[in-house]
């Protein structure tokens, strides 16, 4: 079949070569003409594991192109994905300035029937919004040309991008028209093979769905932190309690680990944006609000606990920061708590010394070479001449360092768990204090 797919981005680059992967002719189009290049010379401009192989292969095979031309984009495909960007706007909503713009061009070029997939992750209501654009413009031009808009929102999770679009939990699909739904299926049946996976609803429902799954699991994070939290005070440890909890299957293991707070494109922007769409709606929506504000605490935690270890002085200190991306095997740092946290530890006057093992040229990109950042290309030479070591994103790296190596670096030999990766009594056992997250000893904070 032939697709196309507009953004490069983390879930249209990964959809435009799983699709080609299977055998379809895919042609991505991304307004931003540097990255259209590198990935025509077959540079892969995101770190995700898994991708840099099925893009060249299907480019050199001519099944995966790039372009910089909506017009070949909208000429090309039958099906035509909308993978742009829904960044927040200052009130919270979700920017469909893209998700517009994509429309509106689709309405000036096309010539024959199209089926509009909306894969953005969209606020309810937004493919009747693209339905307007696209017939607003067809008007202008006098054209009457068949075409269906579906709602067909992504969950994949970057760091693990490639094998969730391959082997997908579920593939939502909102559309009122059983003919397209049935174009759809045919477009996603390589992936469903060992069973049907594909769950078929109304567009308003599939749009809501995406922000339900996020705003839950959003909610599962804040809800362990809040309790982090409270055992801290109470003497308790989390990761008992947590241990404990998961055990019920009405609770379960997944996703119930308490640290510094979610970061990443999607959960900080979505909780967001279903904040305000309730809100739009005369519905408070409480919860929502106090899952948000709980990860805004959370971000912030590392910085006072070793704010409040230095006694409220950090100048001069340097900090060792072990993960700079928001989750490990991604180089996105969207969002990402070690941000939050270096901002906090400049203001008060320290350095970090960061390390990340892919995240390193984002961060250069972000933050340049800015005074008080040492970009640092080993977790050893991050420890070097550092007071303390934040740990902010478990990858699998950081799991058994050398804690000898660790207590001799450290001025002060202490370790700041952000994500507790660590047994506190054997970290204890080499000399060093631990600092976790909701694991007893608090600090003042
Ligand atoms: N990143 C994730 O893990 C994830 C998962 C599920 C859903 N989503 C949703 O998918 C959407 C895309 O997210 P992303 O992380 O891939 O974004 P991204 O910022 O990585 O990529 C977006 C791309 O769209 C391009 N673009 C913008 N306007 C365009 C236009 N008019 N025509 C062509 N290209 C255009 C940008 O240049 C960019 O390359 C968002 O709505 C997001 O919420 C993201």
């Known amino acids: 079949m032939r697709v196309t797919v507009f953004g490069s981005g983390y879930v249209g680059l990964v959809t435009g070569a799983c699709f080609a992967e299977a055998g379809n002719h895919v042609l991505c189009v991304d307004i931003d003409a540097g990255k259209v290049a590198r990935l025509q010379q077959g540079e892969i401009p995101i770190h995700e594991p898994g991708l840099d192989e099925i893009v060249r292969r299907n480019h050199e095979k001519g099944r995966l192109q790039f372009t910089t031309s909506a017009e070949e984009g909208i000429a090309h495909g039958l ?20 998700v517009l713009a994509v429309a509106e061009t689709i309405g000036r070029h096309m010539t024959d029937y199209r089926v509009i997939v909306d894969k953005s992750t969209v606020p309810v209501g937004t493919a009747d919004k693209v339905r307007e654009r696209i017939e607003q413009t067809l008007g202008e031009r006098g054209a009457k040309i068949e075409f269906d808009v579906v709602s067909n929102p992504e969950f ?32 996603y049946d ?44 109470m003497g308790a440890d ?4 947590r241990i404990g909890i998961g055990s019920d299957p009405r609770i379960g293991y997944s996703f119930i680990y308490p640290g510094a707070g979610y970061g990443g494109s999607c959960f900080p922007k979505d909780v967001k944006a279903l904040v305000h769409s309730a809100g739009e709606h005369d519905f408070d ?50 969002e990402a708590p070690a941000r939050e946290l270096m901002e ?49 994103t478990e990858w699998q790296e950081f799991r058994s360092p050398d804690f000898d190596l660790i207590r001799d670096a450290l001025r002060h030999k202490v370790i700041f768990d952000g994500r507790n990766l660590y047994d506190p009594a054997f970290v204890k056992s080499f000399g060093l204090t631990y600092h976790g997250i909701g694991r007893g000893e608090p600090l003042v904070v």
């Open 79 to 98: 099906f035509q994905f909308i993978a742009v960007g829904t960044p927040p706007e200052e009130d919270g909503s979700a920017d469909l300035s893209h």
């Open 190 to 233: 390589p992936f469903t093979r060992n069973r049907e996976r594909m769950i078929v609803m109304d567009v308003r429902s599939a749009e809501l769905t995406k922000y339900a799954a996020n705003a839950m699991l959003a909610t599962k994070i804040s809800f362990m932190n809040e309790i982090a939290n409270l055992a801290e005070r």
């Open 285 to 334: 929506a409480q919860l929502l609000k106090s899952v948000e504000a709980v990860n805004k605490r959370q971000k912030l935690l590392l910085f006072r606990k070793i704010n409040a270890y230095f006694k409220g002085d950090l100048t001069g200190k340097t900090i060792a920061l072990w993960g700079l991306a928001f989750k490990p095997n991604t180089d996105d740092m969207r």
């Open 344 to 392: 906090a530890l400049w203001a008060a006057g320290a350095t970090v010394q960061a390390y990340d093992p892919v995240a390193m040229a984002e961060a250069k990109r972000i933050y340049g070479d800015r005074a008080g950042l040492r970009l640092v290309d080993s977790a050893e030479a991050a420890l070097k001449g550092a007071d303390v070591l934040a740990l902010v």
């Open 238 to 241: 989390i990761e008992k309690v």
């Open 156 to 187: 994949l999770k970057e760091g693990a991008a490639v094998a969730d679009f391959m082997k997908p939990d579920r593939v939502v699909v909102g559309t009122d028209n059983p003919r397209t739904a049935e174009l759809l299926k045919t477009l």
